[in-house]
């Protein structure tokens, strides 16, 4: 993990409100593995002091990449402008300078979910929204190692369905929801995940799931139904992200009160099962 301070090479708009920020950070770029995160800290703001979070959406050589230097250069970030930071981080100009920690967390651990994927029969990707930024790279090393993959995606609306031609080389079939009908299936992506796993009996699937909580648990109680494994991707509110304020914390399976664990430095990717779900996630008072 490296604190740096990079260039905003470039800031491209796309629907709803979303962006795709590069910067040139050769070293944090080559470190970065599928599932891990980076606190961007924009400079100059004295009302934004909190760095904020976001999924390290792709990692590629960068426009002036070459035989000669086919390393990644350039980190993608895909986001969505939802307050006052990341309307700053939408103002951002190619030759801006922005501060970046990462890369962050352990991500998707190669030797759980490449091994399981191998094992099994398809890794299904279940995105709520700009969830989708945490997807890209595992789909793409997946896809690497030969695994079949489909992918599942909701939005409020048309416009939060952004990343979908990025993600189709990886995938076979890929189910669109929106929860005001604009595209796919009109409801919640939960119900496109449903209808297939209930059509694969006795299929070995790997879910890999990153979105809102309410969509994570509707996710897990369906992998639990169908009897299938599921990776989740949190995204709780972060402070330090560096394991010290504990603000991130979730709680999991453990003895008497229970555990906890921080998203920032244990996660943000848990097996399911770890993860305590519902209203027993709440501490008791
Ligand atoms: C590990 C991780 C990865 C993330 N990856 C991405 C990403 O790839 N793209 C992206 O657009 N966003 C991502 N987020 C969420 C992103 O960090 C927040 O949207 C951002 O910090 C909001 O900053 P703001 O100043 O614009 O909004 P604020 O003014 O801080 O908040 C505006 C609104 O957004 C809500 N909000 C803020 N943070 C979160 C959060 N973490 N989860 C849910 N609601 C939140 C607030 O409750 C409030 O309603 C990620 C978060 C985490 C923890
Ligand atoms: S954000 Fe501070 S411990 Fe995780």
């Given at each position: ?206 879910i890999l799931a990153c979105g809102p909580w309410a969509m994570l648990e509707a996710t897990v109680s369906l992998a639990r139904r169908y009897g299938q494994r599921c990776l989740v991707s949190m995204e709780n509110r972060m402070g330090c992200a560096l394991g010290v304020c504990l ?39």
């Open positions: 993990m490296l604190d740096a301070i990079v260039t905003v090479v470039e800031n491209r708009p796309l629907s709803g409100g979303h962006f795709v920020l590069s910067v040139r950070s050769p070293c944090q770029a080559q470190a970065a593995r599928p599932g891990q995160f980076a606190m961007i800290r924009l400079l100059g703001h004295a009302d934004v002091l909190l760095r904020r979070p976001m999924s390290i959406y792709d990692v590629r050589p960068g426009r002036n990449g070459n035989q000669a230097q086919p390393e990644p250069q350039v980190l993608d970030f895909l986001y969505k402008v939802v307050g006052r930071g990341t309307a700053l981080m939408a103002t951002l100009k190619p030759g801006d300078r922005v501060g970046l920690l990462a890369p962050l967390g352990h991500g998707f651990f190669a030797e759980d979910y490449l091994a399981e994927a191998r094992g099994g029969d398809e890794v299904l990707h279940v995105a709520g929204g700009i969830g989708i930024a945490a997807l890209l790279l595992p789909a793409r090393e997946l896809a690497a190692a030969g695994v079949k993959q489909r992918l599942f995606f909701g939005g409020r609306t048309h416009a939060d369905l952004v990343g979908v031609d990025e993600f189709s080389p990886y995938v076979s079939e890929t189910a669109l929801a929106t929860e005001d009908g604009s595209l796919g299936h009109h409801g919640y992506v939960t119900a496109p995940l449903s209808s297939y796993l209930e059509a694969q009996p006795g299929k070995r699937l790997l603000g991130c914390s979730i709680r999991v399976q453990g003895e008497g009160h229970g555990s906890y664990e921080r998203v920032c430095t244990e996660g943000p990717v848990f097996w399911s099962e770890h993860v305590v779900w519902g209203e027993e996630r709440l501490p008791k008072t």
